[in-house]
Every structure is written in C-alpha cells, then in structure tokens.
Nanobody, 125 residues
C-alpha cells in the first residue's frame, strides 16, 4: 500500500498561483502512474491531471488544460501540480492518487487507488 501526502494548498486570489506537492512512500515510485483529482463540496470527485511513469505523457481535464501543469521527480518520489490563473471554480480539495488501471492513462476515480488525504485550495478575493 502506497502512502501519499499532499501539501501546498491555501487561500489565493483569482488569477493567482499555487504549487501542490504529493510525497509518496513507495519502493517503486518509478513504476507508478500518478493522478490528481479534486472534489468540491456536494460534487463528485473530478479528474484534473495524470502523468505517466517517466513524465513523458500527461493528460488534463478540459477545465484546467493550459492553466495547470503536472510534473514529477522520481528520485524524490514526488509528483506536483502547478496551478496558474486560478479561478473561484477551482476551489476544492485536491487529491493525488496511484493509478491501478494496468494500461494507458486513466481519468476516472475508479482507475486509481491509494488516495492521499487531500489539500484544500480556496480561490477567493
């Protein structure tokens, strides 16, 4: 079981930026496809981004493409989510997760397991 710990959330004004980090305790982090999801109150968990094992392939949801960037540092066992040009509708708890889908890059919560506890991002003036 991989343990994941997210950090970096906070309160930011519209148009601002944040960098989220996710630290993994895993013997084989290099073998893990990692994803980011978010969940606002009263809504379902929503796909944000996914990154391949090497970082060469990345997918984003339509709502964040061009504003958010996912990356990873395999020597540090960490994955990151850079959030730029934030909007109030980006307010949510952000989670990282390990993909359990065997092939390709998933985008559904059911494609992932080993979720972190989440970090709150609030975009408000």
């Amino acid at each position: 079981q991989v343990q994941l710990v997210e950090s970096g959330g906070g309160l930011v004004q519209p148009g601002g930026s944040l960098t989220l980090s996710c630290a993994a305790s895993a013997r084989n982090f290099n073998d893990l496809v990692m994803g980011w999801f978010r969940q606002a109150p009263g809504t379902e968990r929503e796909f944000v981004a996914v990154i391949s094992r090497t970082g060469d392939s990345k997918h984003y949801s339509d709502s964040v493409r061009g504003r958010f960037t996912v990356s990873r540092h395999n020597r540090k066992d960490e994955v990151y989510l850079q959030l730029n040009n934030l909007k109030p509708e980006d307010t949510a708890v952000y989670y990282c997760a390990v993909q359990t889908l065997r092939y390709g890059l998933g985008n559904r919560p059911t494609d992932f397991g080993s979720w972190g506890q989440g970090t709150q991002v609030t975009v408000s003036s």
